[in-house]
Nanobody, 125 residues
Framework: QVQLVESGGGLVQAGGSLRLSCAAS????????MGWFRQAPGEEREFVAA????????HYDDSVKGRFTISRDDASNTVYLQMNSLKPEDTAVYYC??????????????????WGQGTQVTVSS
């Protein structure tokens, strides 16, 4: 049974930082590309960042480029999202996803095979 469990969300002031974690189990972690998406109330789930199976290639939405960093630790089956210089518009539920097929991680949520339950990030102004 595949499980992705996010943690690390919370309430932070604008300009602050948070580090999200996503612990995976029940799958061969190094065989999956991993992504972070977010969803604000009334909005569609949107791409934030993704990382290749090897960790050598990372991809970011323009809105977070230079502020967020995705990384993975295959020894602990965990993917991270370091979020710095947070803005109120970053407020959303953040989800991690695992994608098995393809050569590069997708920016579309529909391509991912497994999802976590999400963790709330709230940035106050």
């Amino acid at each position: 049974q595949v499980q992705l469990v996010e943690s690390g969300g919370g309430l932070v002031q604008a300009g602050g930082s948070l580090r999200l974690s996503c612990a995976a189990s029940g799958l061969t972690f190094r065989g999956y590309m991993m992504g972070w998406f977010r969803q604000a109330p009334g909005e569609e789930r949107e791409f934030v960042a993704a990382i290749s199976r090897s960790g050598s290639s990372t991809h970011y939405d323009d809105s977070v480029k230079g502020r967020f960093t995705i990384s993975r630790d295959d020894a602990s089956n965990t993917v991270y999202l370091q979020m710095n210089s947070l803005k109120p518009e970053d407020t959303a539920v953040y989800y991690c996803g695992a994608e098995r097929t393809g050569w590069a991680p997708s920016r579309h949520w529909g391509e991912y095979d497994y999802w976590g339950q999400g963790t709330q990030v709230t940035v106050s102004s």
